[in-house]
C-alpha cells in the first residue's frame, strides 16, 4: 500500500472546489479512527451549504492540484478518486 498523498481536493455540486492539507485535515477535523472519507461525508461548501462534497482526490504536489482548481467545474477523467479502505 501507498503512501496517502499530502493534498486533497474535493468538489461540491455546485462546483466549488477547495485543496487541503491532508495531515491538516485529520488533525483538525476527524475523530479518532476516522478517516479522510469519514471527514468528507460531514464536510458543508462554503458556497452553497451543501453536504458529501465528491472526493477525495488525491494530489502529490501543489502543482497537480493548482490545475484541479483551475479546470473546468466537470471533474475530468484525468483526476482519480481516492478510494475508500476495504470494508467501510
Known amino acids: 500500500?501507498?503512501?496517502?498523498?499530502?493534498?486533497?481536493?474535493f468538489q461540491c455540486r455546485c462546483g466549488h472546489r477547495g485543496v487541503y492539507v491532508r495531515a491538516s485535515?485529520?488533525?483538525?477535523w476527524a475523530r479518532p479512527g476516522e478517516t479522510i472519507h469519514d471527514v468528507r461525508k460531514?464536510?458543508?461548501c462554503r458556497v452553497c451549504g451543501e453536504r458529501e462534497?465528491?472526493?477525495?482526490?488525491?494530489?502529490?504536489?501543489?502543482?497537480?492540484?493548482?490545475?484541479w482548481i483551475?479546470?473546468?467545474?466537470?471533474v475530468s477523467a484525468?483526476?482519480?478518486?481516492?478510494e475508500p479502505p476495504e470494508g467501510a
Do not use: N
Open 42 to 44: 460531514r464536510m458543508r
Open 25 to 28: 485535515v485529520m488533525e483538525l
Open 78 to 82: 484525468q483526476f482519480e478518486r481516492e
Open 1 to 9: 500500500m501507498r503512501d496517502p498523498s499530502p493534498l486533497v481536493g
Open 53 to 67: 462534497p465528491s472526493g477525495p482526490y488525491p494530489f502529490a504536489d501543489s502543482g497537480m492540484s493548482h490545475l
Open 70 to 74: 483551475c479546470t473546468d467545474k466537470v
